[in-house]
């Protein structure tokens, strides 16, 4: 057994440990500000971890991590300069500023540079409930992993294991930048997972499944978990090859979250001003169904994306990207809204809880309604291209015929362009899986060609 007193993590002092954050943001901004920097600013943040992973009833790897870091970027002029640290020591932040400074000095000016708008910064914090700390216990993190892959082993089909995983990590950082912003953020994560073998020789499987929540008594529990990777890992045997066909596709959430993803890609500053992107000038532009929203809502309570504020200071706020189908905006920072003579989205960092508005039906539903076609439960493979849109990857999951499963499908292939997909996309379900911060149910493409034997 371990020795939990050894690697036991006590929960910080929150308020003490943000104004310690809060004391070295502002004195890198002092002293750049001191060595003649026009504007700057600077994120400091600590975080704390514990990950345990089990296999066959032994642990693994067991990691306690306790992280500390401070960036800071500073402007003379349009030159940017930035520097990190792992230390935050005040003859350290120092130093670290006065590299950024130095590395200003030799960098080509760039109009687009600069502080968020300082109309644009956030004044609101209200309390997103993304706090619920507990102690970092090895022992107890140990009995979750063993149980959760205990509870996988108990199906008498699943003949190996590939691990599972129980962790707790606990962060908090504070943003400030010489407009006189100073934004704090916690939050809390709870993880575990379970990745299971079936089946013997070539004819072998492997599945998972996994849960994580901002406080430790919304996850589901260790043997859930488990039970659950060893029914997916299990219905997969017996898979075989089909022949190339033309069919509708049946993404399952935790897939479909990636075509959203891919959508999310298409739209982004940085993808568009360097003209890499095939949704550039997309914006007014039907890309979806009339009676398809997505929305982001970055004040959801316990929310996986919650926040306030953006990376930048910038106030976030709720709005539909997709509405009736049509692209409303971008999804931008500061720096890649001036490239584009546009205003920042407040999406600095990325996007805080994107929700696909779900539909009426579930899971079961839409396989009655595609009929006959391909249900995918795994995609692999890098072949999308945001550029075009082209979208080609290996998949496996179900053949389904009336509406019903026949048999489990692995080594195809699922082609065809994402602008395509977007416009004959027929359903989405109503199981929302909301582990993560792109939220939706299944999603039903009308037709794909899938490339079999």
């Known amino acids: 057994m371990i020795d939990s007193s050894m690697v036991a993590q006590a929960v910080p002092d929150r308020d003490q440990e943000l104004l310690f954050l809060a004391d070295g943001a502002q004195l890198a901004l002092d002293h ?53 640290s792992g230390d935050l020591r005040p003859e350290t932040i120092r130093k ?4 950024a400074i130095d590395i200003a000095r030799f960098t080509q000016a760039d109009k687009c540079n600069g502080l968020a708008p300082v109309e644009r910064l956030a004044s609101r914090f209200p309390d997103l409930d993304l ?51 100073t934004g704090r953020r916690d939050g809390t994560r709870f993880s575990q997972s379970c990745v299971l073998i079936a089946g013997e020789g070539e004819s072998m499987q492997r599945d998972y499944w996994y849960d994580s929540r901002r406080a430790f008594t919304d996850l589901e529990s260790v043997e859930d978990t488990g039970h659950e990777a060893a029914r997916r890992t299990v219905r997969r045997l017996g898979a075989r090859n089909i022949a190339t066909c033309e069919v509708p596709v049946l993404f399952v959430p935790e897939v479909a979250s990636g075509l959203v993803g891919h959508l999310l ?47 930048e200071g910038v106030a976030t706020s709720d709005r539909d990207i997709i509405k009736n189908g049509v692209l409303t905006g971008y999804v931008l920072d500061s720096y890649s ?30 396989m009655q309604q595609m009929g006959t ?47 395509d997909m977007f416009s004959t996309v027929e359903a989405v379900g109503t199981d929302i899986d909301d582990r993560s911060g792109v939220q939706c149910g299944s999603i039903l493409i009308g037709n794909m060609t899938v490339a079999g034997s």
């Open 32 to 84: 750049a500000r001191s060595l003649g920097a026009d504007s700057c600013e600077t994120s400091a943040s600590i975080h704390f971890g514990l990950n345990v992973n089990v296999r066959l009833g032994e642990v693994e790897t067991l990691e306690h991590s306790r992280d500390r870091g401070l960036g800071i970027s500073v402007y003379l002029g349009k030159s940017k300069g930035h520097a990190t």
């Open 373 to 419: 076609g391909l249900l995918v439960t795994e995609v692999m493979g890098q072949g999308v291209s945001i550029v075009t849109g082209d979208y080609s990857r290996g998949a496996a999951g179900f053949w389904v015929e009336n509406g019903e499963i026949q048999f489990p499908v692995d080594e195809v292939t699922i082609a065809g362009n994402l602008k």
């Open 265 to 311: 890609a298409g739209i982004s500053g940085a993808a568009l001003y360097r003209n890499a992107s095939f949704l550039k000038d997309a914006v007014g532009q039907q890309l979806f169904p009339d009676w398809m929203t997505m929305s982001e809502r970055p004040y959801i309570l316990r929310g996986p994306s919650s926040t306030a504020f953006d990376a």
């Open 131 to 181: 706090w619920h700390p507990q102690a970092l216990d090895a022992e107890a993190t140990t009995v979750r992993a063993l149980a959760c892959e205990a509870a996988g082993l108990e199906d008498p089909k699943v003949s190996n294991s590939d691990g599972a995983t129980a962790s707790s990590s606990f962060g908090l950082s504070v943003y400030a930048n010489s407009n006189g912003f």
């Open 96 to 99: 670290c500023v006065e590299k």
């Open 337 to 366: 809204a001036r490239r584009l003579g546009l205003e920042t989205t407040g999406n600095a960092g990325g996007v805080h809880n994107l929700v696909v508005q779900p539909g009426r039906f579930s899971a079961q539903e839409l």
